[in-house]
């Protein structure tokens, strides 16, 4: 079972409903419960947090909280909040809530490639991260904003990739996506916009990139590929092409480091035809093998 909460009342989307404050937030919250979107074992926002966020008297909250308990619905402990009682079952209506397979357990290590050690993820240090960003945030953070992403999220990131990565940019020239992915979307939607109409790609690269490329119109010619990274020197490889994918720091999904002759010649094309380097420095900062390799970028911002 999962150890999910909601810190805030807003995250519950309660509409207390009916006669009478405290009944019909008690009857919300059982609807909450029986609909499944409150799962056991989700701790609840403090009574003062919820009373706050639905404008009503902290007694309200505390009172259908300690009926709720009574009932059954919720437990109340010492120390660890009000919780949706571990035995409630939510009434599961559509399929595709329904739970799924049981996670194959057992095996002792799963080499399944592309995929980090989630156990791993630094849950401690990013709640507090989060909650000292947010804490200090301006109230005009929570607005629309500067569709380039936050300044002082763009400084900080054009500190650290000059700093891990080597890499030259302004943060006014930064813009924020949400994942590579989305990036390539918006520089293929451009590239084509200004007339250009091939985007090489390295052999056996990322077919969901290629096809994010052909999805804006672009032919995506495959560059040559050996055990130096792709073979950017050659002079038919670049030939008409107005923009070039890859993957420097560990060419997807060989690994290999793009060897410094080629990154050489991948410059010298892009400074004599005016061509893009489309850099996708995945995990840059990762390797096993040796220290990371400093991005393309670096030798020509
Ligand atoms: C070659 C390559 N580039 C980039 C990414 C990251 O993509 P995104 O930021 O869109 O999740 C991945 C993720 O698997 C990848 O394999």
Request: overall charge positive.
């Amino acid at each position: 079972m999962t150890d999910s909460w909601a810190t805030f009342g807003a995250d519950l989307h309660l509409e207390p409903v009916g006669q009478g404050l405290r009944s019909g937030l008690m009857e919300a919250l059982r609807e909450a419960v029986r609909s499944g979107r409150l799962t056991p074992g989700t701790r609840l926002p403090s009574s003062r947090v919820l009373a706050a966020d639905l404008g009503v008297a902290r007694n309200t909250v505390a009172d259908a909280y300690a009926e709720l308990v009574a009932e059954g619905w919720l437990t109340a402990r010492q120390g660890s909040g009000t919780r949706v009682a571990r035995r409630s079952a939510p009434r599961r209506t559509d399929p595709a809530a329904a739970p799924s397979r049981p996670v194959r357990t057992g095996a002792g290590y799963n080499l399944k490639p592309g995929s980090p050690d989630l156990s791993a993820f630094p849950r401690t240090a990013w709640l507090k991260a989060a909650r000292k960003a947010l804490t200090a945030a301006p109230d005009e953070a929570f607005g629309y904003g500067d569709p380039h992403g936050r300044v002082e999220l763009r400084t900080v990131l054009a500190e650290y990739l000059a700093r891990a990565r080597g890499v030259y940019a302004d943060p006014e020239r930064i813009v924020i996506c949400s994942g590579f992915a989305h990036g390539l979307t918006l520089l293929g939607r451009v590239l084509r916009r200004r007339g250009v109409r091939d985007v090489a790609v390295e052999s056996y690269g990322l077919d969901v990139h290629r096809d994010l490329l052909t999805d804006a119109g672009l032919r995506t010619p495959c560059l040559p590929l050996d055990e130096r990274g792709s073979r950017t020197g050659e002079p038919a490889a670049l030939r008409g092409a107005g923009a070039v994918l890859l993957t420097p720091a560990h060419q997807f999904p060989t690994g290999v480091p793009l060897h410094p002759d080629r990154r050489a010649a991948a410059v010298d094309w892009a400074r004599s035809t005016g061509g893009l380097i489309l850099e996708d420095d995945y995990d840059g900062e990762f390797r096993y093998d040796r220290q990371p390799v400093g991005a393309l970028q670096g030798l020509d911002p």
